[in-house]
């Protein structure tokens, strides 16, 4: 059965810590696509000022330009209101091929949070919620999801804690260099490094 990896996010900018580890997700899962879905309106970033769509849109396409294993969806951008996992995931559970298996991957700073989402009992009935881990987090306990979760979905979550490489890198990291006038070179594949210069994103933010 054909799977794909969708990976959400606010990609403000996209980094090498979301990509090593989404492929490497990827890999672990044997799926044949990675769909990186960059949000116009993420809700866990409401109140943030964030780089306006398009752009965040463009840096995801120049990233992975040359890798076949990715694809970039502009559908969360297009959509006006907050965009909920559960809302993109059944988009497309919709276009995509019927017994498609879906994966959603999630960061450790995210899984963390996930008793905040939206309807997330349907969002893991939805589609499998994978994690990786991210420095700085811990897994968690998970059992406070008791409320929102079955049993058997805290259980699955715990087992798709995947075993991903442990990158150092943020986009909040990337944005305060830029700032400070240091170099992303090697935080951020070169086609965005160029990117963000040229459009001088972050310069004065
Ligand atoms: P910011 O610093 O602006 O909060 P970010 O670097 O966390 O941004 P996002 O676009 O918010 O990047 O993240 C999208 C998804 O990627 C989230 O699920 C997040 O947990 C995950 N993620 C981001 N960076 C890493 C990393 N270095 N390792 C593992 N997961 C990551």
Redesign the pocket.
């Known amino acids: 059965m054909a799977g794909v990896l969708l ?6 900018p ?2 090498y ?2 990509l090593i ?1 989404s492929r490497c997700a990827a890999e672990q899962l044997a799926v044949e696509r990675i769909i990186l879905t960059p949000g116009a309106h ?1 809700p866990h ?1 409401r109140g ?1 000022q964030l780089t306006a769509a398009q752009d965040r849109l463009e840096m995801c396409r120049r990233a992975v330009a040359d890798d076949p294993l990715f694809e970039v969806s502009d559908w969360e951008s297009r959509q006006a209101g907050p965009n909920y996992t559960l809302r993109t995931v059944q988009h497309f559970r919709a276009v995509l091929p019927a017994r498609t298996r879906l994966h959603w ?6 899984l963390v949070e996930l008793g905040t989402w939206y309807k997330v009992g349907e969002l893991a009935a939805a589609c499998s919620l994978v994690s ?4 700085g987090y811990d897994r968690p306990g998970l059992s406070e999801l008791a409320g929102v979760l079955t049993a058997e979905q805290i259980e699955a979550l715990r087992e798709n804690i995947l075993e ?1 490489p ?10 305060a260099r830029v700032r400070a006038g240091l170099s992303i070179r090697h935080l951020v594949p070169d086609a965005v490094r160029e990117y963000i210069a040229a459009r001088g994103l972050y310069a004065a933010c």
């Open positions: 990976f959400g996010g606010s990609f403000d996209i980094h810590g979301h580890v993420p970033k943030q991957l999630l960061g450790m700073d995210s990786a881990g991210r420095p991903t442990l990158i150092e890198i943020s986009a909040t990291d990337i944005r």
